[in-house]
């Protein structure tokens, strides 16, 4: 399965952002931008899909990338993967906009 990362706006002025996309097990990541407001990733993140599945969820998260400590989660959106399925789904665009910091 493929999920292109396109773009972030609007994010902390200086950031390191990069992408993750987590399925069943499985965790790929975009490579990370240097000190940015905004950045063009135009990157496809291949997820290797394997039958039988037992997980439903493809969890997409924005990161801030630090270099001498822990990562910093920006933003998170989900995906059903069974609904994908289940109707095929023309290309999107999804906006993942900041959490709370109590919902993880």
């Given at each position: 399965m493929m999920v292109t990362i396109h773009r972030v706006e609007d994010i902390p002025e200086g950031s390191n952002p990069f992408v993750t996309a987590e399925f069943a097990g499985s965790l790929v990541n975009t490579?990370?931008?240097?000190?940015?407001?905004?950045?063009?990733?135009?990157?496809?993140?291949?997820?290797?899909?394997?039958?039988?599945?037992?997980?439903?969820?493809?969890?997409?998260?924005?990161?801030n990338n630090y270099l001498f400590a822990s990562d910093e989660i920006l933003a998170q959106g989900m995906l059903s993967f069974s609904e994908l399925r289940s109707r095929p789904m023309l290309p999107r665009w999804y906006n993942f906009y900041g959490y709370?910091?109590?919902e993880i």
């Amino acid at each position: 399965m493929m999920v292109t990362i396109h773009r972030v706006e609007d994010i902390p002025e200086g950031s390191n952002p990069f992408v993750t996309a987590e399925f069943a097990g499985s965790l790929v990541n975009t490579s990370a931008a240097r000190n940015v407001e905004q950045h063009t990733f135009n990157e496809c993140l291949l997820i290797p899909v394997m039958t039988p599945l037992f997980e439903d969820i493809i969890v997409v998260k924005l990161w801030n990338n630090y270099l001498f400590a822990s990562d910093e989660i920006l933003a998170q959106g989900m995906l059903s993967f069974s609904e994908l399925r289940s109707r095929p789904m023309l290309p999107r665009w999804y906006n993942f906009y900041g959490y709370d910091i109590e919902e993880i």
